[in-house]
């Protein structure tokens, strides 16, 4: 059986290496609490360092963490405890991260005669929680077969993309996409609203008809309509999803214009709302400049 380690027990990775609590478990977070309260909920080993980490030569490590800054770091901290690692540890990045850093990163690993994918994920707290997730894995088909025994765990749907760094290109293209979703609709919904129309009765009837999306039949009217804001995905997060897009429109595809759009109405939402802001009041932006509340 795995054994595996998890750094980065956030709002996704939290729930994710819960569900890897069936096989042995060592997670690590930064905020040691939040560590120590994984194991007592799930009963993974707890690992103050990086270096206890290592020290459970895991089969595979996994990464969740914010951006590939952060994933770049903690990599060159394991290597300086490599001698502790089996030779084969696998690993495994979560993270939506920016796919020329992660060739980078591949390299660091490749040197040291380890081996990585990258494997992030779709479906938000509640689909780690369930074990609903996609996931979109770049690497060798040999390390994806060898992820999937143990992937299948926190995801329902793995695809193979391609070599190491796919999957992180086709989650900031589905992340891009999300959000020029949440935007067209709330634009639309903001002009309905101010001619006097029912932004509820509108949605209810779109979501009967062609114009709908996730963000009709599920955040619009669960986070935006009830003014609860709660998805739990920072906008911060998805900036940086949307900017990395549009880094990929630049090298293969810079005629793009609804991208490049997306990424301005992005940008201007992070300065208004905050880095911290649920990704979902990107529409609180849009209320603003339309002076209106779709309500
Ligand atoms: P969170 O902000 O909730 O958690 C970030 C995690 O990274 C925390 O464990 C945090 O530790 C850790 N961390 C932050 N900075 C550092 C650092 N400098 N060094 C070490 N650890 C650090 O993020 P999410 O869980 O929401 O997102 C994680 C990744 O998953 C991101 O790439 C995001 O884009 C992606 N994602 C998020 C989804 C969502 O709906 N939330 C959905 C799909 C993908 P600490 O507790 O100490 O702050």
């Given at each position: 059986m795995a054994n595996v380690a998890w750094i980065g027990l956030g709002a996704m990775g939290f729930q994710m290496a819960g569900r890897l609590s069936r096989f042995p478990c060592v997670v690590y977070n930064r905020a040691t609490s939040i560590a120590k309260e994984h194991s007592t909920k799930f009963g993974t080993v707890f690992a103050p360092s990086i270096q206890t980490l290592c020290k459970s030569s895991p089969s595979m490590i996994f990464t969740c963490l914010p951006t590939s800054k952060e994933v770049e770091n903690v990599i060159n901290e394991i290597m300086c405890h490599?001698?502790?690692?089996?030779?084969d540890t696998l690993f495994v990045d979560c993270?939506?991260?920016e796919p020329a850093d992660t060739r980078k990163i591949g390299k660091i690993l490749e040197s040291s005669g380890f081996s990585m994918v990258d494997a992030p994920i779709s479906g938000g707290p509640h689909g780690a929680k369930a074990g609903t997730l996609s996931m979109m894995v770049g690497g060798s088909r040999s390390d994806f077969d060898r992820l999937k025994s143990v992937a299948t765990a926190i995801s329902a749907n793995q695809v193979y993309c391609g070599p190491l760094s796919s999957g992180h290109a086709v989650k900031a293209i589905n992340n891009i996409m999300n959000s020029t979703h949440l935007m067209v609709a709330a634009e639309g919904l903001a002009a309905l609203t101010k001619m006097g129309i029912d932004p509820a009765a509108a949605l209810r009837v779109i979501n009967a008809s062609s114009g709908r999306s996730l963000q009709t039949e599920q955040r619009l009217p669960k986070a935006v309509l009830s003014r609860?804001?709660?998805?739990?995905?920072?906008l911060g997060l998805m900036n940086k999803d949307i900017n990395i897009a549009n880094r990929i429109m630049d090298d293969?595809?810079?005629?793009?214009?609804l991208m490049r759009t997306t990424q301005v109405l992005s940008n201007n939402a992070v300065k208004e709302m905050?880095?911290?802001?649920?990704?979902?009041?990107m529409v609180r932006y849009v209320e603003k400049v339309a002076n209106v509340i779709i309500q």
């Open positions: 490599k001698e502790l690692l089996q030779k993270t939506s991260g609860k804001f709660d998805y739990n995905f920072k293969y595809f810079p005629e793009a214009l905050g880095y911290d802001a649920d990704y979902t009041e």
